[in-house]
Antibody, heavy 121, light 107 residues
């Protein structure tokens, strides 16, 4: 059973960089044809896909956030990470990591529990 | 970007009754549609992919139908654990997008 767990600071100051890590267990991040995504949910709102990474390092980002996002992977630690720069209060959300099924069907079959990040001074 | 619109926003249903949730895409997504269930304080869970294929371990009372721009999630007989928020998600075009959700609450 694949499990994903997000970790990182729960509070970030405006204009700083939000940094989160997702640790994958129960399977290798390098196996199969899986892609690995970040998704966020603003308080009381719906879901917004942020971007994905493949274990080779190939990335694809949501154009609405592209200029501020970096997603990276560390296969030796079975982790992938999100950096979101120049944050504002509008970036306050629960951030989830998730696994995309494969390159032809990007639905999310496993999700982490999510971590709340608040942007505030 | 494809906009996904779900209706109704809230659905009040009694246990044992049938629930029908709708999802509409702003342009065709073929059958590249998934449904996810989210309970308070929990991560979403995949229910349906390919518009009508149940994910592993999902009970048969959940069924999905539709293609193109109109989709339906049906819960044939609601059980207590089914009261939650349901999101549709298209994966036909980039960026991936979700509907705003339908909350299924106890009547």
């Amino acid at each position: 059973q694949v499990q994903l767990q997000e970790s990182g600071p729960g509070l970030v100051k405006p204009s700083q960089t939000l940094s989160l890590t997702c640790t994958v267990s129960g399977g290798s991040i390098s196996s199969g044809n899986y892609y690995w995504s970040w998704i966020r949910q603003h308080p009381g709102k719906g879901l917004e896909w942020i971007g994905y990474i493949y274990y080779s390092g190939t990335t694809f980002y949501n154009p609405s956030l592209k200029s501020r996002i970096t997603i990276s992977v560390d296969t030796s630690k079975n982790q992938f990470s999100l950096k979101l720069s120049s944050v504002t209060a509008a970036d306050t959300a629960v951030y989830y990591c998730a696994r995309n099924w494969d390159s032809t069907a990007h639905y999310f079959d496993y999700w982490g529990q999510g971590t709340l990040v608040t942007v505030s001074s | 970007e494809i906009v996904m619109t779900q209706s109704p926003a809230t659905l009040s249903v009694s246990p044992g009754e049938r629930a029908t949730l709708s999802c509409r895409a702003s342009q065709s997504v073929s059958s590249n549609l998934a449904w996810h269930q989210q309970k308070p304080g929990q991560a979403p869970r995949l229910l349906i992919h390919g518009a009508s294929t149940r994910a592993t371990g999902i009970p048969a009372r959940f069924s999905g139908s539709g293609s193109g721009t109109e989709f339906t999630l049906t819960i044939s007989s609601l059980e207590s654990e089914d009261f939650a928020v349901y999101y549709c998600q298209q994966y036909n075009n980039w960026p991936l997008t979700f509907g705003g959700g339908t909350k299924v609450e106890i009547k």
